[in-house]
């Protein structure tokens, strides 16, 4: 690569990660789902290699894009992870939250090492494993192979129009509500109505966060809409009227928090039921079988790692063992787990291109908590550790799968997934510190339901044993209906006219003969309007 090509390569990739990690945190906050933003970089990338880099031959153009989108993957999923664990924080202990945001250089530099530690263990992992993972045919990564696809296809100028289209036209609809007040604040969709023990509550429309949300439910499509609509419907119709009839000596938010505590320890159970076996499953694979897979397990001992990865990696996990002021095993515990943990989650991104990152997070707190009588908060930081080196891990390799399908050099984009680790680490706990201070964590902005979830889990034996039965029965119910229980806890957590929005634009899908042809307009409209609300922070 040449040095005017390896230098627009780096500043990309900056670019591109600082986008990610302001983007993915502010989107992971409010919604309980995140879009995977590699495709949302691809697009864009074609728009600013066109307009910046023209002069580069049509492979250094590619080249260039490919390793800055691999790149910047990281630290969206980074992103992603630390906003559906560290608020948890916030629930849990609420002063001690405020007073690390009242000293912001702190706050900051505490996320930043959390990063660096954990990306350093999913990075070594992804490191250690693509020479076993990347040639299995058993594993296809769907996500790497969207991609690829996105960015080798010749002639994507419509594409290109389609997102800056997008991205132009919801600035100017930001614009205009902002500045102009052409466009009101709100208006009122339905009005608060009661019969019996049925009541719809007042349902006001929000105009300023309707593009983003719109964009979300669009790109995530029924895999969002139908358990949010379980959600918001289970909520009006069966919740409420039971609060009323059976549990009227409690407040509701008491009986909504408790019955969701339900719905979570019932997830919970089932999740540690079905952990043995992939345990076994996993220990099977790193120790057997066959004589091809022992001679490349043998060449991928921990001694490719270079020394500055495995250093890096040391010295951060020492820093965050201190301050977390757990036991040597308790921290050797969390290791071991977050490295079963984060090879189990590259197994799910090469098989079906999805990182479950909070299921595996709650494999290594629960039992850290019962033998190692983790406190809240340090349950917490734990949770955020396995999901930052799980998510990073099965980010890294799904992008290595990329590198290999454009035939570029593992180490060169190993380099850049490093740099990118760096660059988010200095973004995010700025982000959040913006976001927070700003809308304030747990409003309807921020609702962190990912983070509200893991709270009510660590809390569970303070809450109405009744309703907590009642929630695990409900929980039951939707495991035997195939429903995703976690998505139907954003339905229940939501407001209601957020819920409705997510729920109209990702039924909206079955309306349009081809989904994925509109993701470029919608895929602007979305990195418009979040890179907006963060903007807002500012004025």
């Known amino acids: 690569m040449r040095i005017l090509a390896l230098c627009a390569t780096i500043i990309l990739t900056i670019l591109f990660s600082a986008f990610a990690a302001a983007v993915m945190t502010y989107t992971s906050l409010a919604v309980p789902i995140g879009p995977w933003i590699e495709p949302t970089l691809a697009l864009i990338g074609m728009l600013l290699v066109q307009l910046l880099f023209s002069y580069f031959i049509a492979s250094e153009k590619q080249s260039i894009l490919t390793i800055a989108t691999i790149a910047g993957g990281i630290s969206g999923i980074v992103a992603s992870a630390c906003a559906w664990s560290i608020p948890t924080i916030h629930f849990l202990e609420p002063a001690l939250f405020q007073e690390w945001l009242r000293t912001p250089w702190y706050f900051i530099g505490a996320i930043g090492v959390l990063i660096l530690s954990a990306g350093a263990l999913g990075l070594m992992m992804a490191h250690k494993y693509e020479h076993i993972l990347l040639p299995d045919v058993a594993y296809t990564f769907p996500m790497a192979q969207l991609v ?18 997008g991205l132009i036209g919801s600035f100017i609809f930001s614009c205009m509500h902002f500045f102009m007040h052409i466009i009101p604040d709100k208006f009122v969709l339905i009005k608060a109505q009661e019969l019996l023990w049925f009541c719809v509550p007042n349902i006001v429309m929000r105009l300023d966060v309707v593009p983003m949300l719109w964009a979300i439910g669009f790109i995530t499509g029924h895999v969002l809409a139908v358990p949010f609509a379980v959600g918001a419907f289970a909520k009006l119709l069966i919740i409420d009227p039971c609060h009323k009839i059976f549990f009227s000596a409690l407040k509701s938010d008491s009986f909504l928090l408790a019955f969701c505590a339900g719905m979570i320890v019932q997830g919970t159970i089932m999740s540690f039921i079905s952990f043995p076996k992939m345990l076994m499953t996993t220990l099977e694979k790193w120790r057997a079988g066959g004589t091809l897979h022992q001679v490349i397990q043998e060449k991928c001992s921990i001694i490719r790692l270079s020394l500055i990865e495995v250093f890096l990696g040391c010295v951060t996990f020492g820093i ?29 991104m090469g098989k079906v291109g999805l990182a479950p990152l909070g299921r595996f997070a709650t494999f290594v707190m629960v039992p850290g ?37 454009a035939r570029m050099e593992q180490k060169t984009v190993s380099m850049f997934q490093w740099l990118s680790l760096s660059v988010c680490s200095l973004c995010v706990g700025g982000a959040f510190w913006l976001l927070i201070t700003h809308f304030g964590i747990g409003s309807a902005e921020l609702i962190a339901q990912k983070a509200q979830s893991r709270a009510l889990l660590i809390n569970a034996y303070g809450f109405d044993i009744a309703a907590m039965g009642f929630g695990v029965l409900f929980g039951f119910l939707l495991k035997k209906l195939r429903v995703n229980a976690s998505l139907v806890l954003g339905g229940l957590l939501m407001p209601l006219d957020w819920s409705l929005i997510l729920i109209a634009s990702g039924l909206s899908t079955y309306l349009v003969k081809d989904k994925e042809a509109q993701y470029p307009f919608w895929s602007g409209v979305f990195a418009a309007s979040s890179l907006w609300m963060l903007l807002k922070t500012l004025f």
């Open 369 to 405: 908590m019962i033998i190692f009588g983790f406190t809240a908060v340090q349950a917490a930081v734990v949770a955020a550790f396995v999901e930052i080196s799980g998510g990073v891990a099965a980010d890294a390799l799904s992008g290595k799968k990329i590198a290999q399908l």
């Open 320 to 348: 965050v063992s201190y301050y977390l002021r757990v036991s040597f095993l308790g921290m050797a515990f969390v290791l071991a787990g977050s490295a079963i943990c984060a090879y189990q989650l590259m197994l799910f």
């Open 148 to 165: 690829y696809k996105m960015i080798a296809v010749q002639n994507q100028m419509r594409k290109m129009y389609e997102l800056l289209v």
